[in-house]
């Protein structure tokens, strides 16, 4: 039986880990949310960028080209939905869904025809490894969580500040509260509306391509049919969850991936799955979610014109 | 007409512009679309053999499309048929493995569709009570209760703990339902004979929520209820009841479309998800909310299922995936042009 | 000095603008009167850049000029106050003066503060603009356009603004003063006065031609997209504005009150139509009224003050907290929807949202609250036959001018819209209890008074009428008595249902703002 301290420092490495792409698709889905969009097909992007990513690292032998196919594929999914919602006005929910439905078909077509492939049957394929900070290891408790991580990880941390900045303290972020709350005052103000919420929608692209693809050539290091098993939904949970502010999704995150490695660790003790039906530890993590916003008080703290069309005529 | 006319036109737009790119597609990647058509297609109606497991694969497709269907005509968004039917299936799998195995077929089947119409409707209730009491939107705790009862379902069939677990293997699935509950077959003599019977079923739902949503003052009142709740309440209409039942309308009709699949086509309750919730939600839009729209567009999609099984049998060997593509576009097109339409409706009228 | 002449704008088959000039002389107030469809909101939408003419110029100080968008008219000197504010609730008043006007905080809040000496206002620049008043939030709007036509005044460094030579400052006010109290009038009032004073052209858009005659210099009044008259706003009644505005002469609906009594007294065997005894529900406190047979009882007071909780209340839109509430002399307090619905009229303020459903078709949108009973159905199955020939009586009964009962009830105009909710709500001469609220809110003076004598017409057949309007002018023209609400108190205002000269306007003014109503006028501070 490892030490306590043992164990909550693996729990704690494990939690930054699953944390960072569910942080950086929701980075995408907060400024979308914030700016009226909700994209519930946030787990189509990220599942096509998992695909992608893998399907380019092995084909061109270059993790880096898998991370740029993620970004890639993240930008044109977006494109559609904000021509589709933004422009043609379409329900957004509804073509979310759509997309999640396009994207597990194509998603698993493309593997099945990248297994035939000659360059994916040689060898491994390429994949980024964590990097190791040498001081900060030797801090207790937290030290090997914060020094044991991908590149990744550290960049969407910063990119979190940055975000973090943009949003609180330029014109960026009342632009895009603007966009939310009273898309008309935008309007009136010369924004012009639908360009910038297009951009947030490709921002959001970008960030969910970039998060598959953590799956696929960094954390699991391969891809498997519907690999992101509801990650995107749980994004989009933890966007409410945190009542739209980049600090409440930050901590709602890492306390998730907290309760995610708690349930990892129970069920890998000696006689737990005997004993209790490992499902039981995967549903932990969702129920949990669920009963926490069932707690949140009822005030609708979210964007006013959020999933309505604009203009609305 | 004119209005029925144009829907029509969306409709076969729709699906010509998703045939279209799909075969654009193929012929990027080196495949000989025209030939993959054929088979596509022959796969789908060529035989009455054919068409009879198109009608079977479309079977609780109908429903759920009926479930989402009624539910988005009254302003609700239920995207958790994927998870009422997973349940309504773990029912009926209950009820005949467990609770009564050895029941007669004419009362076994009847029990067993109204356990998963009662249990899909009780999965839809957590979600409507969520939103209700503590307002949870309906669109998030759907999603999260779709994954708790793949969870849930897995709990039941994973050894050795799983109560519904058949012993006698290590795969993680229920026991072989007993032959009483395996829905009857069509008769041998229409040719179909690999139909079941779940197909009237499933035919007479739909007819019951014509007859509702256009006849009577209830169908009336949920059809206000999702125009317009503040006026609905206004005029009268107890509109959070309606949404309720709404909800557990179309969760019902999500589980009895997960009974059908196991009692009809699977028989043996496994922990793999049949996506008939998700492409129910496709079919409802693509039968433009409509009951009639529905069965139809529930049976193009059974047809598209069928053809690209014939596909990836065949020596080109496209993954069955292939037939969600298609439904993911054809979706897309109908959404762009469904808006399309409503707004140059409008600005013709404004005139 | 600004010159539009002969400006023309088509949409497709339809002029909104046919030929139509408008002369405005610095330091001048000039009113812009005409019905809906006139074509006040395209001109001043093209004035201000939203839109451009298909023929015919503007110039300013002789010099033609081409406004291609609302920052190059900005540029020129040209704001907007617009009608529904263009505010982000929930960002503070500076940061919507630095959104609109792309200027850093700080520096913006120093050129807001300058203005605001100017005006003598003192709006807290930190705070939500969901939690300032609507006066107050009108204030900010005002600021907005001062500082965004400031920007084009060449003050880089935001020197003193007003005062200065200026090139021609204009600043549009569209209906600003449908939201407010009396005094707050009289305040908004006199600030247009010193920026007037100070130099600016103000157009002032209105349909309350009393108004337009106490503030406007001069006066233009269209009709269906011609000029028919420019000039003084002194030398015209409102009879004759009315007149111009509308092509003939529209008797408005008033009261008569030589008659001997109010009706109300006509029918004492009656139990009164309604009656609130300390009733208590949202921010509605304690309130009392009885509302007899067969008399109008006004409701006034500025939208906000416990209006919808008032109607909620007594519709059963709302729970009551305490109290007791009847209708017709039966106790209602815990009656459900359905049972009042039965026994009262509804006209709403909000038709689109609480009265109609707009995709539905016109027939079922005239079912709406009776196709529950006999002989619209039957068991819960709907008799759709009943529905045809009820719903054809109705439109012709009250003027609904529409295709077919088939269309969609969002395909009328607004005028029809409101007919078909009161031909709806009004055919049944049974019911006892007229509710009306804000009833004629964006309507022509056409539609306006159609309504007015609908609500008359219900009292004379011994229907009680509540009628909570905002438009003071319309309430006194046909109400026995008024009473005036504020913050959720109601409060007489000292008039009793004997037949008397109608209250002052400005007490109710008074009582309206929570003063007593014989206060001295007061200007109060934002």
């Not at chain 2, 512009?17 to 990027?28: D, E, F, P, T």
């Amino acid at each position: 039986m490892p030490s306590f301290s043992d164990a909550s420092s693996l729990i704690l490495w494990q939690a930054a880990t699953s944390a960072t792409p569910l942080v950086l698709a929701g980075y995408g889905e907060l400024v979308a949310q914030r700016a009226g969009v909700i994209n519930v097909g946030i787990e189509g992007v990220m599942l096509m960028g998992a695909i992608c990513a893998f399907a380019a690292a092995t084909l061109t032998g270059s993790a880096a080209a898998g991370l740029l196919a993620a970004a890639a594929v993240g930008l044109l999914i977006a494109a559609l939905f904000a021509a589709v919602t933004t422009w043609c006005r379409a329900d957004q929910v509804v073509t979310g869904t759509a997309i999640n439905l396009l994207a597990a078909g194509a998603s698993a077509t493309l593997y099945t025809m990248l297994r035939d492939h000659p360059a994916a049957t040689n060898g491994e394929a390429p994949f980024f490894d964590r990097i190791t900070i040498p001081l900060v290891d030797g801090i207790p408790l937290i030290g090997h969580a914060l020094a044991n991580q991908y590149a990744l990880s550290y960049v969407v941390a910063f990119a979190g500040l940055l975000l973090w900045y943009l949003l609180r303290r330029t014109r960026l972020g009342l632009v895009i509260t603007a966009l939310g709350d009273a898309p008309d005052a935008a309007d009136a103000a010369g924004i012009r509306v639908r360009w910038w919420r297009t951009a947030c929608v490709l921002f959001a692209g970008l960030c969910a391509g970039l998060a598959g693809s953590f799956l696929s050539i960094m954390a699991l290091h391969g891809f498997t049919i519907n690999m992101t098993d509801g990650r995107g939904f749980l994004v989009l949970a933890l966007v409410i969850f945190g009542r739209w502010s980049l600090p409440g999704l930050v901590l709602g995150t890492l306390l998730f991936g907290i309760l995610d490695g708690v349930q990892t660790t129970l069920a890998s003790m000696p006689g737990a799955t005997t004993h209790f039906p490992p499902s039981l530890f995967a549903m932990l993590p969702y129920a949990a979610t669920l009963i926490a916003l069932a707690m949140l008080t009822r005030s609708s703290a979210g964007p006013v014109h959020m999933g309505r069309p604009w203009p609305a005529e | 007409m004119k209005q029925l006319l144009t829907q029509l036109a969306l409709v076969l737009v729709s699906i010509a512009a998703a045939i279209v790119l799909i075969m654009l597609g193929l012929y990027a990647c080196g495949y000989p679309a025209h030939r993959i058509l054929t088979l596509w297609a022959g796969g789908a109606i060529a035989t009455r053999f054919d068409i009879a497991v198109s009608l079977k694969i479309a079977c609780p497709l109908m429903l759920t499309g009926l479930a989402a269907g009624i539910a988005f005509r009254c302003g609700v968004i239920n995207i958790g048929a994927e998870g009422q039917s997973l349940i309504g299936a773990l029912a009926a799998a209950a009820f005949a493995t467990a609770v009564a195995p050895s029941l007669p077929s004419s009362v076994a089947i009847p029990l067993a569709l109204l356990a998963a119409i009662l249990a899909g409707a009780a999965w839809a209730a957590i979600a409507a009570l969520l939103d209700r009491y503590r307002g949870v939107p309906v669109v998030l705790s759907t999603i999260l209760l779709n994954f708790i009862a793949l969870q849930c379902v897995k709990i039941m069939l994973e050894g050795p703990t799983g109560p519904l677990k058949d012993p006698l293997t290590g795969v993680p699935q229920s026991r072989l339902l007993p032959a009483a509950y395996h829905l009857p077959l069509l008769p041998p003599a229409t040719g179909m004979s690999s139909l079941h019977i779940g197909i009237f079923v499933a035919l007479a739902a739909a007819l019951i929520a014509w007859l509702i949503q256009s006849r009577t003052t209830f169908g009336f009142e949920l059809r206000v209820t999702g125009l317009n709740p503040t006026a609905a309440r206004l005029a009268g209409i107890p509109v959070a009841a309606r949404q309720l039942s709404v909800m557990l309308l179309s969760g019902g009709l999500a589980g009895l479309a997960g009974a059908i699949q196991l009692l009809g086509i699977t028989h043996i309750l496994g922990i793999s998800q049949p996506g008939i919730g998700y492409a129910g939600i496709a079919v409802a839009l693509l039968g433009r909310l409509h009951p009639a729209g529905i069965i139809l567009a529930a049976l193009f999609f059974g047809m598209l299922d069928n053809g690209a099984t014939n596909v990836e049998i065949s020596r080109y060997g496209l993954p069955h995936d292939t037939a969600d593509i298609v439904k993911g576009i054809i979706v897309l097109c109908i959404l762009v042009g469904a808006a399309y339409i409503s707004r140059h409706g409008i600005i013709a009228k404004e005139r | 000095m600004l010159q539009l002449s002969n400006i023309t704008k088509r949409f497709g088959p339809l002029t909104a603008l046919d030929a139509v000039s408008l002369r405005l002389d610095p330091a001048s107030v000039h009113g812009l009167l005409g019905e809906n469809g006139a074509g006040k909101s395209t001109l001043m939408n093209i004035l201000f850049g939203l839109l451009r003419p298909d023929s015919g110029s503007i110039t300013i100080h002789g010099q033609p000029v081409a406004i291609r968008s609302p920052r190059i008219a900005q540029s020129l000197g040209i704001g907007m106050v617009h009608q529904h504010f263009k505010l982000v609730p929930t960002l503070t008043v500076a940061e919507n003066f630095s959104l609109s006007l792309h200027a850093p905080l700080r520096q913006i809040k120093a050129r807001a503060a300058v203005w605001q000496s100017q005006l003598q206002w003192q709006l807290p620049l930190d705070t939500r603009i969901d939690r300032l008043s609507v006066g107050q939030q009108q204030r900010v709007e005002i600021i907005k356009a001062l500082l965004a036509t400031d920007c084009g005044t060449a003050f880089p460094g935001g020197g003193p603004p007003g005062g200065s030579p200026v090139p021609q400052r204009t600043l549009i006010f569209d209906e600003p003063t449908a939201v407010l109290t009396p005094q707050e009038t009289a305040e908004l009032f006199a600030a247009i006065g010193r920026l007037r004073d100070g130099g600016a052209a103000i157009i002032f858009i209105s349909h309350k031609l009393a108004e337009v005659q106490k503030i406007c210099d001069t006066v233009t009044i269209l009709r269906r997209g011609r000029h028919i008259h420019s000039g003084p706003a002194g030398g015209i009644t409102p009879a004759a504005m009315t007149q111009m505005m509308v092509g003939e002469a529209v008797e408005s609906p008033t009261l008569n009150r030589s008659s001997n009594a109010s009706l109300g007294t006509l029918f004492p065997s009656l139990p009164p139509a309604l009656q609130l005894s300390n009733l208590s529900a949202g921010i509605l406190k304690n309130a009392s009224l009885t509302l007899h047979r067969g008399e109008i009882l006004g409701i006034a007071g500025v939208d906000g003050n416990g209006q919808s909780d008032l109607i909620q209340a007594i519709i059963g839109g709302i729970p009551i907290t305490s109290g007791q509430l009847s209708i017709a002399g039966i106790d209602a307090t815990r009656a459900p929807i359905r049972w009042r619905i039965d026994r009262l009229a509804y006209v709403a303020e909000d038709r689109q949202t609480q009265a109609m459903i707009l995709p539905l078709s016109i027939r079922d949108n005239l079912l709406l609250k009776e196709y529950r009973k006999e002989p619209f159905s039957t068991l819960g199955w709907l008799r759709f036959a009943a529905w045809r020939s009820h719903s054809s009586d109705l439109i012709r009964q009250f003027d609904v001018r529409c295709n077919s009962i088939a269309d969609a009830a969002g395909q009328l105009s607004g005028g029809n819209q409101q007919k078909m909710v009161l031909a709806r709500e009004l055919h049944d001469a049974a019911k006892p209890l007229v509710i009306a609220a804000n009833p004629t809110r964006g309507l022509d003076v056409g539609a306006t008074a159609f309504v007015m004598r609908q609500l008359l017409a219900a009292r004379a057949r011994g229907a009680g009428v509540l009628l909570i309007h905002n438009d003071l002018d319309e309430l006194l023209a046909i109400s026995d008595r008024v009473l005036v609400l504020y913050s959720g108190t109601l409060t007489d205002s000292g008039t009793g249902i004997q037949p008397v000269a109608p209250p002052s306007k400005e007490s109710i003014g008074h009582l309206m703002l929570g003063l007593p109503p014989d206060s001295p006028s007061a200007h109060g501070a934002a």
